[in-house]
């Protein structure tokens, strides 16, 4: 019973992960308000929970459940799937560091900080839509 319950946790937090960072895309625009630059970085604070939750469930399944390491660490497709966890996680260290100024501010950011925060949001999004069909391809043993 414990197999299934991490691999749902392991879902549920990439969902999450995913569903946060689209809050994060959907606030932060031009006209944002003193309360929601506030919001932006609770959400990131989320944002940022779900996906250590997504990288430890995922190591509980490569560890001790699923398939076993031998069977994803000799796929390319498990190790595009760690590279695009890293890369999102590089690129989200800017945004929360913005928005954590602007909460400080107390003021409405210029259009063009706004702009820059939504571009890393929108890679990250992209970025993150890729990681399930490196997972696909990797469980079904393509790339061995």
Known sequence: MVEP?????????????GGFLV?????????I??????????????????????LATGLLR????AKGV??????????????LYVIIAGLSIKPPR????????????AADEIAGARRFIHIELGLLALM????VLMARGIGR
């Open 5 to 17: 319950l991490v691999a749902y946790l392991h879902y549920l937090s990439i969902i999450l992960a």
């Open 23 to 31: 809050g994060e895309l959907v606030i932060c625009r031009t006209g």
């Open 33 to 54: 308000s003193s309360e929601q630059t506030r919001r932006l970085a609770g959400i990131d604070v989320v944002f940022f929970v779900s996906a250590l939750a997504a």
């Open 62 to 65: 490569l560890f001790f459940y």
């Open 70 to 83: 031998g069977f994803y660490t000799g796929n390319p497709f498990f190790w595009a799937k760690m590279a």
């Open 98 to 109: 913005t928005f954590i100024r602007w909460k400080r501010a107390g003021t409405a950011p």
């Open 132 to 135: 399930p069909l490196m997972a």
